[in-house]
């Protein structure tokens, strides 16, 4: 064997592996088309170098063997190509038409990849050995031993070894383990919306099929470039890297046509953000190392080792690593047919080695099996086998048992710690304990406001630490400076409300009439308890999205360690604040517009560190859901951690699954630390946040009548109820809408076309079963088609914030449109859904305080946050989707449970929810702004 058969084997094992885990996060899918140039015109020059410094004369270790001396299996393929393609010169232009063609089919495929269905790829090695059998083989004759002596094992062993239809048993070996293996150890479905109405529906399977049968095509125009220069390595990698070199031409151009056309587009042709680029560098690398290592593989061993052998990398290693990273099922996953998965992928693989070795002479891989591929092998199979027996495809208790059971004792050290202190003197004892410093001056003020309200949260106020400890950074005069500038220019869209000795108001006549009611309403609040707080202006956001993202590490460094001062002073200092002015030049806007643009990599995960997988990662495949993404903060298929569910910086596929990253219909925002009060925020935005005038005024109030009442949980309909409209942000006509939470949430809850992971106790699907609390049975994720007859979700009065073709596609998707109903008929329900819109929720307030079980899937955060316990006073859901079903049958399964938690949520509402609640926190934030803002903060504070 040749140095240089070893060194391609070699690379086509390394570059497979290291290409198949750099694909699934790789930024390079954003742009297929670019992305396809600049990997042909990469791999044509490396091609050409490596033609250019491959010895012309044979290597000293290689014997040329003539094409008449290959056999008669590879010669008469040879022959059948040769009679297949007429001339080298037809089979170059086959390939650079099948390369173009290709490239085409991947973008269409890639810009619907939710549509899309398992591959066809496994296919292409036993397609070849199906060829292989019936242009050679089956003119062979059958193997007949000439040896009289040979034992009756050793004769069927030979048999079996050289028969006609060898190389298809062992091949389809490979393909069925790599069919059984993807399809039983890779993530679960998404939510991503295919709709139906649209052409995508059955156009994407159908390219991924003819893009099946293109690599095909193109790999036969391989194998016929490298087989007539046989014994003359560099012609055959010159001619085909011509043939990447025009076909990277020929879609270079067709880019340009589309720019010229397409004027939408020419944005998204010029940008080349760092991520792009560096991904297409890293993926280029990959790519093209591994596809020369390929085409001198198959010059050395044909046209069937090389396909296998990447087949079988690429698969083993995408669902080796899948299994590794997913320790708790998740997913209707059968660990022992994994495991026979990958045994008889190897099995395959062994055997299409060992019998090319004993019939091919010379043109096998190799012509002895070496002990280390066999080894290998063992030790995979090991690897595969003991996350096997390791791990339980069932468990014997319901993962939201544990859920419930772990936010009670969570709840309950909340409740303590958060009402510790009986009197003044302990608050402010718990305030130094907690923040390190001296409370704020005018605590005792503070602290009488919120007794004479009965209000139950006297120590815990992290909200409002987390919020303002950034802006310890900033000097006083720098925050009343970036306040001056955001409320005085309209196009802000933020306006101030001045509190000048002792009384609120709005600032000037630059608030826009049409939230002067917002506006109106916050002046309201803080004037019933304003005659304690010191003068100051604030900047209240007019939008529903939030505007301050900080990149990681341009923070300046915040002071950690405060002097607590022997003898502050317990007053605030006399500031001057500049006042904004219809008369005055409007200042330079220190925010830009990002409307109808994802916003995800510029103004949500920039505030991540730069290694973490929001910024590294690119989660294009939206057809299947990121489980890397949600382990941090799922327990199976159900979310555990509420907070770190919040936290983008781990989930990169947020990127696609909300209309703030999608595409906000009102986004201005900055990356510079500006003071901006909002009412709802993801993490990771820095925002201040306080709480909505929506709720203190109780546009949506929870308020029953004779007409619709509140029932007992008990006497409510047995469904989750949900009506709303498409307001989470804009889809201007290139479908970002199927991505958005709300319309997959109403396409999940309507669409139930497909089996859902439900967990059940037989997989004869007894969902009596789950209504007992049986310790004893097992639980196992069983794919079930879910009942749609206990959910009432849909989208009322049409389609809102739409552009271009979106609108009648999501029309035609979602209709019939249910008409709007009083806010008062929710409470006939006994599972109230609250959904994301473009900012803060104004009814889950209002169903906390019912009778009824709030369901919530949201990104953005509150004033509340902190407050409320997931699984305790209300059901968390992730926005993905994933577990909705699944969740949905627990709690229809067990009425008891469900209404507890009801009842638990609506009591700890009724005590820390209130109006007064939300006058107590707001009084409080405001107390602590004054001392940020004041040029004397250092030395002042109420000493006690």
């Known amino acids: 064997m040749t140095r240089t058969k070893w060194l391609a084997i070699a690379g086509v094992v390394v570059g497979t592996h290291f290409t198949t885990r750099q694909i699934p996060t790789s930024f390079a899918f954003d742009k297929p088309l670019p992305t396809a140039i600049i990997l042909l015109a990469t791999c044509a020059i490396a091609l050409l170098i490596?033609?250019?410094?491959?010895?012309?004369?044979?290597?000293?270790?290689?014997?040329?063997?003539?094409?008449?001396?290959?056999?008669?299996?590879?010669?008469?393929?040879?022959?059948?190509?040769?009679?297949?393609?007429?001339?080298?010169?037809?089979?170059?232009?086959?390939?650079?038409?099948?390369?173009?063609?290709?490239?085409?089919?991947?973008?269409?495929?890639?810009?619907?990849?939710?549509?899309?269905?398992?591959?066809?790829?496994?296919?292409?090695?036993?397609?070849?050995?199906?060829?292989?059998?019936?242009?050679?083989?089956?003119?062979?004759?059958?193997?007949?031993?000439?040896?009289?002596?040979?034992?009756?094992?050793?004769?069927?062993?030979?048999?079996?070894?050289?028969?006609?239809?060898?190389?298809?048993?062992?091949?389809?070996?490979?393909?069925?383990?790599?069919?059984?293996?993807?399809?039983?150890?890779?993530?679960?479905?998404?939510?991503?919306?295919?709709?139906?109405?649209?052409?995508?529906?059955?156009?994407?399977?159908?390219?991924?099929?003819?893009?099946?049968?293109?690599?095909?095509?193109?790999?036969?125009?391989?194998?016929?470039?490298?087989?007539?220069?046989?014994?003359?390595?560099?012609?055959?990698?010159?001619?085909?890297?011509y043939a990447c070199l025009v076909s990277s031409a020929i879609l270079s151009i067709g880019l340009s046509a589309h720019y010229v056309w397409d004027e939408t587009g020419r944005e998204w042709i010029l940008s080349f953000p760092a991520m792009y680029s560096e991904s297409v560098a890293k993926l280029a690398s990959l790519v093209c190392f591994t596809f020369v290592c390929a085409l001198v593989m198959i010059y050395h061993t044909g046209y069937l080792a090389t396909p296998a052998t990447a087949l079988f990398v690429a698969v083993m290693t995408s669902t080796t690593i899948y299994s590794w990273n997913t320790p708790y099922l998740s997913a209707p996953t059968s660990l022992g047919l994994s495991f026979f998965a990958a045994f008889v992928l190897m099995i395959g693989l062994a055997s299409f080695f060992h019998i090319e070795s004993a019939t091919d002479g010379k043109t096998a891989t190799f012509q002895s099996v070496p002990s280390l591929l066999y080894i290998t092998l063992v030790l995979l199979l090991g690897v595969r086998l003991a996350m096997w027996i390791s791990r339980s495809s069932s468990v014997s208790y319901h993962p939201i048992d544990y859920l419930i059971y772990d936010a009670q004792h969570r709840h309950e050290a909340f409740r303590r710690q958060a009402m510790n202190s009986s009197n003044l003197e302990e608050a402010v004892s718990a305030y130094r304990i907690r923040y390190g410093r001296h409370p704020p001056p005018g605590f005792d003020h503070w602290y009488k406001y919120a007794t004479e309200r009965n209000t139950f949260i006297m120590d815990d106020f992290d909200s409002i630490y987390r919020d303002l400890t950034p802006f310890w950074s900033l000097s006083p005069e720098v925050i009343r400076e970036r306040t001056w500038e955001l409320i005085s220019n309209p196009w802000n869209d933020a306006s101030g409300i001045s509190i000048r000795n002792g009384h609120a108001d709005?600032?000037?006549?630059?608030?826009?009439?049409?939230?002067?009611?917002?506006?109106?309403?916050?002046?309201?609040?803080?004037?019933?308890?304003?005659?304690?707080?010191?003068?100051?202006?604030?900047?209240?956001?007019?939008?529903?999205?939030?505007?301050?993202?900080?990149?990681?590490?341009k923070l300046p460094p915040t002071p950690r360690n405060h002097q607590l001062i022997s003898s502050p002073r317990n007053s605030f200092s006399k500031i001057t604040w500049r006042a904004a002015s219809t008369e005055e030049p409007y200042p330079n806007s220190p925010l830009t517009e990002s409307s109808s643009h994802p916003t995800f990599y510029q103004h949500g995960s920039i505030s991540?560190?730069?290694?973490?997988?929001?910024?590294?990662?690119?989660?294009?495949?939206?057809?299947?859901?990121?489980?890397?993404?949600?382990?941090?903060?799922?327990?199976?298929?159900?979310?555990?951690?509420?907070?770190?569910?919040?936290?983008?910086?781990?989930?990169?596929?947020?990127?696609?699954?909300?209309?703030?990253?999608?595409?906000?219909?009102?986004?201005?925002?900055?990356?510079?630390?500006?003071?901006?009060?909002?009412?709802?925020?993801?993490?990771?935005?820095?925002?201040?946040?306080?709480?909505?005038?929506?709720?203190?005024?109780?546009?949506?109030?929870?308020?029953?009548?004779?007409?619709?009442?509140?029932?007992?949980?008990?006497?409510?309909?047995?469904?989750?109820?949900?009506?709303?409209?498409?307001?989470?942000?804009?889809?201007?006509?290139?479908?970002?809408?199927?991505?958005?939470?709300?319309?997959?949430?109403?396409?999940?809850a309507n669409n139930a076309r497909r089996p859902s992971n439900l967990l059940r106790t037989s997989e004869a699907g007894d969902t009596n079963a789950a209504d007992a609390d049986d310790p004893a049975g097992k639980l196992r994720y069983i794919p079930s088609l879910p009942s749609i007859n206990h959910t009432d979700i849909h989208l009322v009065t049409g389609i809102a914030r739409c552009g271009g073709d979106d609108c009648p596609s999501q029309f035609n998707h979602f209709k019939p449109f249910s008409p709007p109903i009083d806010f008062q008929a929710h409470w006939q329900y006994k599972f109230l859904l609250d959904l994301d819109g473009a900012g803060f929720s104004g009814r889950f307030l209002p169903f906390m305080r019912s009778r009824s079980l709030p369901f919530k899937a949201a990104l953005l955060r509150e004033w509340w946050d902190d407050r409320l316990t997931p699984w305790w006073h209300f059901v968390p859901l992730d926005v993905r989707g994933s577990g909705f079903w699944a969740t949905i049958e627990y709690f229809l399964g067990r009425e008891g449970r469900a209404g507890d938690l009801a009842m638990h949520g609506r009591r700890w509402a009724e005590r820390t929810l209130r109006r007064e609640d939300m006058e107590v926190y707001l009084y409080r934030l405001l107390l602590e702004w004054g001392r940020v803002v004041d040029d004397e903060r250092e030395g002042i504070g109420f000493g006690g």
């Open 50 to 241: 490596v033609a250019r410094f491959t010895g012309r004369k044979p290597s000293a270790d290689y014997e040329a063997i003539p094409l008449e001396d290959l056999g008669e299996t590879r010669t008469k393929v040879t022959k059948t190509l040769s009679r297949w393609h007429c001339r080298p010169r037809i089979s170059s232009l086959v390939l650079i038409a099948s390369i173009s063609l290709r490239a085409a089919a991947l973008q269409q495929i890639l810009g619907n990849i939710q549509c899309s269905r398992r591959s066809w790829e496994p296919l292409i090695p036993l397609v070849w050995a199906l060829w292989d059998y019936w242009t050679v083989q089956r003119h062979q004759p059958n193997w007949t031993s000439d040896d009289p002596e040979i034992g009756a094992y050793e004769e069927l062993k030979e048999s079996a070894v050289r028969a006609r239809y060898r190389y298809v048993l062992a091949i389809s070996l490979i393909s069925f383990g790599s069919f059984v293996a993807l399809a039983t150890t890779g993530p679960p479905p998404s939510t991503q919306i295919c709709p139906s109405i649209l052409p995508f529906v059955w156009l994407v399977p159908l390219l991924q099929f003819g893009g099946t049968l293109l690599d095909l095509v193109i790999l036969a125009c391989l194998v016929r470039q490298l087989q007539p220069h046989r014994g003359s390595l560099p012609a055959g990698l010159r001619s085909i890297g």
């Open 506 to 553: 709005i600032t000037s006549d630059l608030a826009p009439p049409t939230h002067r009611w917002m506006l109106e309403g916050v002046c309201t609040m803080i004037n019933q308890f304003s005659q304690h707080l010191p003068d100051m202006d604030l900047a209240f956001n007019l939008n529903d999205e939030p505007r301050v993202t900080v990149p990681y590490g």
């Open 608 to 748: 991540c560190p730069p290694t973490s997988p929001a910024r590294t990662q690119r989660m294009w495949d939206t057809s299947v859901i990121c489980t890397s993404c949600t382990f941090p903060h799922s327990l199976g298929a159900f979310l555990s951690n509420w907070t770190l569910a919040g936290e983008i910086c781990h989930q990169p596929d947020l990127a696609n699954l909300h209309g703030l990253y999608l595409s906000p219909a009102a986004y201005k925002g900055t990356h510079e630390l500006y003071p901006i009060f909002s009412q709802g925020k993801p993490t990771g935005f820095s925002d201040i946040l306080y709480p909505s005038a929506w709720n203190w005024l109780e546009k949506a109030i929870y308020s029953p009548t004779d007409e619709n009442p509140d029932p007992p949980f008990r006497e409510k309909s047995n469904t989750l109820f949900w009506r709303g409209a498409t307001s989470e942000g804009i889809s201007t006509g290139r479908r970002q809408w199927v991505g958005m939470t709300r319309q997959r949430f109403v396409s999940l």
